[in-house]
């Protein structure tokens, strides 16, 4: 069961420390389509148009205050917009990678978002000619090789965990039964921004 923003500011105040896991509950608040099952443009291209057109949500500015308050250590996400990027927070671990970046396979050049998007529908390598990629995991697949050792790591030195999701994410948290707050997908973002201005 979700918690209130008075139950999460006061485990959060207890705590001292905590990371945020949060999937694509926060991203969707921001206008931000559900990540696919496939990398094919006809599909990306639009999403990517999508989240370079969204600003961060509630939950992203939370995120950024609950870190500048010196509470939060990280965010482990499995969305893969720029949105907690562009909120200015600081050690996000990304299971899905990123469409900050799309990748030649080819020649490993990489491309910003920004410029991608002027090259879709079927961007092209501008170092080999190349069909380019998105750097990401489509949905269902398995999370990119070291991105979960790392979130490991942040969520082992957290002493409390925020969670904003299920599948994957949920499964870092097994075996911290109390140590766990759970936001919900249901509104989270607002519910987690409430919070930080409770510890404020």
Do not use: F, K
């Amino acid at each position: 069961m979700s918690e209130s923003a008075e139950e999460i500011a006061g485990r959060v105040r207890a705590a001292g420390s905590v990371a945020l896991l949060a999937g694509e509950a926060l991203a969707a608040e921001s206008g931000v389509p559900p990540r696919p099952d496939t990398l094919d443009w006809d599909v990306y291209g639009p999403r990517m148009r999508a989240i370079h057109a969204a600003r961060p949500g509630p939950g992203h500015l939370a995120a950024r205050a609950l870190q500048d308050g010196g509470w939060l250590r990280g965010v482990v996400t499995d969305a893969d917009d720029v949105l907690y990027d562009e909120a200015g927070v600081r050690d996000v671990v990304a299971l899905a990678g990123s469409v900050e970046l799309s990748v030649c396979p080819r020649c490993t050049y990489n491309e910003p978002l920004g410029c991608l998007l002027e090259l879709l529908p079927r961007p092209r390598c501008a170092a080999c000619g190349g069909p380019l990629r998105p750097d990401v995991v489509p949905a269902g697949e398995a999370p990119l090789d070291g991105a979960v050792s790392r979130a490991r790591e942040l969520v082992a030195g957290a002493a409390v965990l925020l969670l904003a999701g299920h599948g994957r994410l949920a499964e870092l948290c097994e075996g911290r039964g109390a140590d766990t707050i759970v936001i919900g997908d249901d509104r989270p973002g607002p519910r987690l921004l409430a919070a930080s201005e409770l510890l404020r």
